[in-house]
């Protein structure tokens, strides 16, 4: 057996499903993708997304000849409402993305019996949700599939990497024609991806998480190592030459070990978003809705905050790695979203939210940030 399938039969351990309902990819996009083309998305269809999520999901809608329609986010899910959806569904609707912000999901059942309704597909983008659960199921399993990420700061990690689960059994014949055209990872690739893994392992720290994050995002920009998304994919809409990428040996073998840690790394995530919940309801601060504290595993606690920039600096000074998720509706871009045909004029909320987002992490020991919270208060809206 391959490492792959020695990892796929681990996850869908994991999941309580078969293991033939799990694909693995270099990054969780390209499964995104390769749902998509499984679901025989193409030219003239259509395909409903929120305005609130990372430019490589658009990208990949839009590397299939298919058109991102945006439907705004409730401000206080942080995920699109029933009626944002329907006011987006047209003829050409194909597709439904529910997205589950931070580990967060929100109206699952609502949102694909809506989609069922009109005969349209499901795909939930659970990148920040593996392992958490919605209504006592695991995230993912509702919806036709799902795509994962097991990228750096995901629920756990293997370097970069993504999976899919399919949950449809009429998507798993195309699905696997679709995947026998995956291209192996090349020599350069599982290098740097093996001394990047080594660097995160033994490199960072609290104190130098700042540092590395701005050495590892110059070092990306200029293409010398691998980042979350490539030059081309944050500055157009072409697809770019070997994106359509296998899981490696490397991932497979890493995810494997970061797995048997997860359920004890949710318990302590979940423990640390209540104490922060806390802290923010006692101050009557924005806070996560309750109906998503019972269940939910927590990637990250969002917080809105006046200035960004500034919150960001002090955090920085007082070394806690907060987090900038999302810095614009189609994160990180900041210029002009009109290539991926969203006009940030339509979706007010997600453009209030990108701009005071930050996040809180949420592994380890939380006394350090609740004082930053103490201390910066005025600063939290
Ligand atoms: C909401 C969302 N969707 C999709 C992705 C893509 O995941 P990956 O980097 O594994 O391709 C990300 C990446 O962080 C994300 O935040």
Redesign the pocket.
Known sequence: MSAQDHYRIDLARFLDIHYDQISLYW????G?FAVLKAMGVGPGDEVILPAF??V??PNAILYTGATPVYADINPSSLCCDVQSIEKAITPKTKVLLI?N?LGLSYKVHELVALAKAHGIYTIE?C??GFGGKYQGQFNGLISDAAFF???WN?PFSTG???MLVVNNPALKEPLQKINATLLPPGFKDRTVLSALIWARTYLLKGYTYWTLLRCYRWLSKKGWVIG??STEELSGTTMPEGYFKNMSQVQCRIGKIALKSLTDAMIIRKTNALKVHEWLVKHDKTCVPESHIEDHAFLKYPLLVQDRGAFLEKAEKARLPLGD?FVSPL?PVKSSLIPWGLNIDEYPHACYISEHIVNLPLEGDLSRLINFLELYQNEIL
């Open positions: 990054k969780g996009r390209v995104l999520t990372c490589v999901v997205q912000m983008d990148t920040h990420s097991s990228q995901k970069i990497g993504g979350s998304s998720w994160h």
